[in-house]
Each structure stands twice: as structure tokens, then as C-alpha cells.
């Protein structure tokens, strides 16, 4: 039995995060959707995070602020940033400012571990610690 154009074999493939070859040969029709589930942003972010955990567990005993307030005030940071878009950038910068006032030091961590090509959340906060950072900068 042969054939015609309307019997040729066809594909569909769809998947998130899919990795994969296709060989197709003769009349044979392919379509591939695909979306990413992975997204930059998050990443980064959660690189961060881990990273901040890290700095503030190996600071040294402070009288004056406690690790367990720094670490507050990076969760607030953290837990409006992740609304993205809708993140109120006055609460994000008055936090970043408070922090760079317990520790500094943290901040800095923030500034030059989001230093790269980045967009959305990691990029606004960024942006704000940068401009605390230097504001507090000149002030001292």
C-alpha cells in the first residue's frame, strides 16, 4: 500500500526542559514546543542566599548586633524581592540601607556576588545596594 503527501509520519514532541535529538527523513513532519521552567533570576537568587547564610555564620560575635538580626533583616530583604516586579523598592531600600548599617560587610557580599549580567530581582537589588553602599561611602 503506498502513500501519499496526507500519510506521511509526524511527530509532536512537548516537554519542559527537555534535552534530546530528533532525526527525521523523507516527508516526515516534526513540531517541538518547549518551554523552560529554569529561570536565571532564581538561580542567582538562591546562590544569594546561600551565599549571605554562609557570610553571616562566619562572622564574628558582634555585642552590638546579633547574627540572628542580620539574618532577619536579609530574610525581609529576601522575602520582598521575590515578588519581582511588584516588590515595594522603598521597604527594599530602607532594609538595605538598615543592613548596611548592622553589617556592612554583607552588603558588600551582595554588591559583588550580583556583579554579572543579571535582570529582574537579583538586578534590583543590585542596583539598591549599590547606590547604599555608596551613599554610605561617602558619608563616612
Given at each position: ?59 564574628p ?51 559583588a ?28
Amino acid at each position: 500500500m503506498s502513500r501519499n503527501k496526507k500519510d506521511s509520519p509526524s511527530i509532536r514532541i512537548k516537554g519542559e526542559n527537555v534535552v534530546g535529538s530528533i532525526n527525521a527523513e523523507g516527508h516526515a513532519k516534526v513540531d517541538v514546543a518547549q518551554s523552560s521552567v529554569h529561570k536565571t533570576d532564581d538561580a542567582n537568587f538562591e546562590k544569594l542566599s546561600d551565599l549571605l547564610e554562609e557570610k553571616i555564620k562566619a562572622r564574628p560575635e558582634d555585642p552590638n548586633v546579633d547574627k540572628a538580626e542580620i539574618r532577619e533583616q536579609v530574610n525581609q530583604i529576601k522575602t520582598e524581592a521575590i515578588r519581582g516586579k511588584t516588590a515595594n523598592l522603598n521597604k527594599l531600600e530602607r532594609w538595605i540601607q538598615n543592613l548596611a548599617r548592622m553589617a556592612p560587610d554583607i552588603v558588600d557580599v551582595m554588591v559583588a556576588s550580583l556583579g554579572g549580567p543579571i535582570s529582574g530581582v537579583t538586578a534590583v537589588i543590585h542596583k539598591i545596594a549599590a547606590r547604599v553602599k555608596a551613599e554610605t561611602e561617602n558619608k563616612g
